[in-house]
């Protein structure tokens, strides 16, 4: 299941044009959920960034830690994308610079970008 979890009206009725822009792109039925946010709770620290934790290598080069340090990491949370499939080599290239990856870790992102593009 996958859901957006909007505060007030506007924020709802953003989603809502958001859904149907893309559902015109798609050919199966976008089944994501529109939902007022409710209490929320953070998950637990092996749940976080779970891809990006099963690059052990990638998270030491960034000194990274699991905990509070990988949960509110911007770079960790772009990065567990990347690793995971989602984006191409043109957007991480894009934004590699601004990560504060070392050329051997861009390398490491790159690579597997492609493993997950070209399988």
Not at 26 to 33: A, E, F, G, R, Y
Not at 74 to 88: D, E, I, S
Request: some cysteine; overall charge negative.
């Amino acid at each position: 299941m996958s859901a957006i979890f909007y505060h007030d009206e506007e924020q709802k009725r953003l989603a809502e044009e958001s859904l149907k822009a893309a559902q015109g792109t798609c050919k199966k039925p976008i089944t994501t959920l529109i939902l007022p946010v409710g209490q929320f709770y953070d998950a637990e620290d092996y749940h976080q960034k779970y891809i990006l934790q099963k690059h052990d290598w990638l998270l030491a080069s960034l000194r990274l830690s699991r905990g509070k340090q990988l949960v509110t990491s911007h770079a960790a949370a772009r990065l567990n994308g990347y690793v995971g499939g989602y984006g191409n080599k043109e957007s991480f290239e894009a934004e590699k610079d601004a990560l504060g990856l070392s050329d051997e870790a861009s390398e490491y992102v790159l690579e597997q970008i492609a493993e997950r593009q070209y399988g």
